[in-house]
């Protein structure tokens, strides 16, 4: 398994503002993923961030609502950029170690208000 | 129609029950499958993990495959309290040369285990 620590656990923002949200593994991997859970859905795959490049973003999300970063192979940042309501959720970090099997941690619960 | 489609309960048993929970899929290029558990305000933990057809057993858990009717059940039996999370089902297929594939969840299942 993996350790992987989010912050925060959760906050509360204004609409029109920004929020990063860290992600910090225990070890080195490769592949770290972004996913979203609102109520009532399936976990949503926001982007793919591989060190050393740009991040791979699914369908639907892009890059300026949500940027980025990987700075080196335990740390990623996920922002979301000028929250609006709908943008309450739960953000989630993910890492893959080698198998298919992925990892998350505790998740960010974000309220725009 | 999705991909993977989970009925979301919630489902209610009585300690002790054995529990099924159940996900049926679309895409027959999934190899790899995947249940978690979350509880509440907590990520999604792995519970099991396999590939292709056949039952693994961990404990309490089974976790079954039928690739041929698309269909992945993960069983619980002796269902404690401490049971009572959501579980997702997830599943993936083989990248090319054995490259990432995209994890696709289903909307989870809400289990209450009633003492």
């Known amino acids: 398994s993996a350790v992987i620590s989010q912050k925060p656990s959760r906050d509360i923002c204004q609409r029109g503002t920004s929020l990063t949200i860290q992600c910090q593994v225990d070890s080195q991997v490769t592949m770290m993923f972004w996913y979203r859970q609102q109520p009532g859905q399936s976990l949503t795959l926001i982007a793919t961030a591989n060190q050393g490049s740009e991040a791979t973003y699914e369908s639907g999300f892009v890059i300026d609502k949500f940027p980025i970063s990987r700075p080196n192979l335990t740390f990623s940042t996920l922002t979301v950029s000028n929250m609006s309501p709908e943008d309450s959720s739960i953000y989630l970090c993910?890492?893959?170690?080698?198998?298919?099997?992925?990892?998350f941690g505790q998740g960010t619960r974000l309220t725009v208000v | 129609q999705k991909e993977v489609e989970q009925d979301p309960g919630p489902l209610s048993v009585p300690e002790g029950a054995i529990v099924s929970l159940n996900c049926t899929y679309s895409n027959s290029a999934f190899q790899y499958f995947m249940w978690y558990r979350q509880y509440s305000r907590k990520g999604p933990e792995l519970l099991m993990y396999?590939?292709?057809?056949g039952n693994k057993e961990d404990g309490r858990f089974t976790a079954q495959v039928d690739k041929s009717s698309k269909y992945i059940s993960l069983f619980i039996r002796d269902s404690q309290p401490s049971d009572s999370a959501t579980y997702l089902c997830a599943m993936s297929g083989i990248g090319n040369s054995g490259g990432y594939q995209k994890v696709t969840f289903g909307i989870g299942t809400k289990l209450q285990v009633i003492p």
């Open positions: 993910s890492v893959k170690r080698g198998g298919d099997e992925a990892f």
């Open positions: 396999t590939y292709s057809s």
